[in-house]
Structure formats: C-alpha cells, structure tokens
C-alpha cells in the first residue's frame, strides 16, 4: 500500500502455477492463454477480497457450449478446468459471461455476473467484475505467454484506488497505468519478480508491503472427499453400484488423479448413507 493510503498494490507471478495446470488439463494455444490468465486472476481476486476463503472464477461462451474455471484455494494452491468437448477448437472470448463466486466469513456465496466488454479480453472482463459486482475502482492486467507447451511466463497486477487518494496522485497513476495496459514484456524479462513489478507500478511513490504469500499449483481433492460424495446420491443408487459389482473408478476433472473403489467399499456407504 502506498504510505499515502492512496492506492493498494496486488503484484503477483504465476509461471509454475498455470504450468501445472494446463499441464493437467492438456490445454494450450488460444485456450491455454485464456484458463491461464483466468486462474491468475482468481488467485488476485482471492488475495484482493477474500485471501481466506475459496474463489471460483467462470468465463462461458455467449451462446456456445464450453467454459473455462479458475479456482483458488486460501492454502493458495490454485487449479483450472476446461469444460469444453474434444475438438470444439480454441474457446472464443466473444460474448463470454465471466461470474465470479466466493466464499463469505458467514458462510454464505456471494456470486457476481458481468459481460466480458466487445473484443475485451480476460483482464477487462475482471475489471468488469470489480466495477460491476464489488463497486471497487479497480485496474487489474493479467498476462500468459506459451511457447508450445511450456509456460514461459504468468503473472499480473491489480491497482485500487483508495477513498484516501488524493486528486493530483490520482492523475499521475491515471497516467502511469496507461504504460501497464500489457504487461507481456515485462513478464518475459528473466528477471521478473512480484516486487520488481509493484516497484515499477508505484515509480516514486513510498511504499509498505503489508503481506507476502505463496501461489502454487495443487488440488485439494482426495479420497475422503470423493467418498463423501459418493455418500451423498441416494441408497438405491449406490446399491444398483454395489449389485454391479465391479470396481468404481473416478477420475478427478482438475488433476487426473485416479479413485478405485471397491464393491465392499461402496456396501460400506449403505450403513451410514
């Protein structure tokens, strides 16, 4: 935060994250860049709004099937998804819909649904997100650059404007962050870091780092949760199972982590279910 208390800085590198995630979900290109910069940008939001709790973010296609999902989990380990049927070809940002859901200290989900602006990209649809939906003056740029199948770079920044700024720091940020717009050759550089990049964005102005966390790639699946879940569908559904009686496999969508089930194991549920 600047020492003004006029403009808080979220800067953040995601290389190894989104590496481990398009990896796992075998998705790169167009689409790769996408899911990419949408999981960066959740783990932004997370850390901006709700850095202890989960946020999901969700990018869809206007009338087309398929959509793109970041996740961000308070440990900080971030996964994506792509839902999108083989061969559908590269997922279009043209009249996405992105929502955002998150986790309330109540309890509670506050959702929020915004229309990606015309030929908009990921970083002004979460902009969107923030003006709409949170009513937070917000400038947010996210960044993927592929090389093939590897991640040469990931990150992003989020800038917001503090009710304590003044009016003439206000023009000169208005100003600077028109040099921000793309951030792609700044990630690039071999010496990128979370910090270089906030002390770029706030040239000249003091500044405090309040907080430094750790983003990584993970999933937060296991076997106690899926079982938990095959709990949860009705005692005739899980009996048909146990009569089959073959091996039950699930496959986790987010890491392609593989659950065997036995027949006993699935008798096991009816005692509790």
């Not at 949760?225 to 559904?237: E, H, K, P, Q, T």
Request: overall charge negative.
């Amino acid at each position: 935060m600047t020492d003004d208390a006029g403009f808080r800085v979220v800067t953040l590198r995601a290389t190894q994250t989104v590496q481990g995630i398009l990896s796992a979900q075998q998705v790169y290109g167009a689409t790769g860049r996408h899911l990419g910069e949408l999981a960066t940008g959740t783990a932004l939001v997370r850390e901006t709004m709700s850095p202890q709790l989960r946020v999901q973010a969700i990018l869809k296609r206007g009338s087309s099937p398929g959509y793109l999902l970041g996740d961000s989990h308070p440990s900080g380990q971030t996964r994506g998804l792509v839902g999108m049927k083989p061969g559908a070809g590269p997922f279009d940002m043209q009249d996405a819909v992105l929502q955002v859901v998150r986790s309330m200290q109540d309890g509670r989900v506050q959702q929020g649904v915004v229309s990606v602006p015309d030929g908009g990209d990921v970083s002004q649809g979460l902009m969107a997100y923030m003006q709409e939906s949170e009513q937070i003056t917000t400038m947010m740029v996210v960044s993927t650059l592929l090389d093939g199948e590897k991640v040469h770079s990931a990150g992003g920044y989020l800038v917001q404007l503090l009710p304590n700024v003044a009016y003439g720091l206000l023009a000169i940020m208005t100003e600077r962050l028109n040099d921000f717009l793309n951030i792609d050759a700044i990630i690039a550089r071999a010496d990128f870091t979370p910090r270089a990049l906030c002390e770029e964005l706030l040239f000249g102005m003091p500044f405090t780092v309040l907080e430094e966390t750790q983003l990584s790639y993970g999933c937060w699946c296991s076997r106690a949760s899926m079982m938990g879940a095959l709990a949860s569908i009705s005692r005739a559904d899980v009996q048909s199972m146990v009569d089959d009686g073959q091996v039950l496999e699930i496959t986790c969508d987010y890491c392609r982590q593989d659950y065997r089930v036995t027949p006993p194991e699935l008798a096991g549920l009816l005692e509790t279910n």
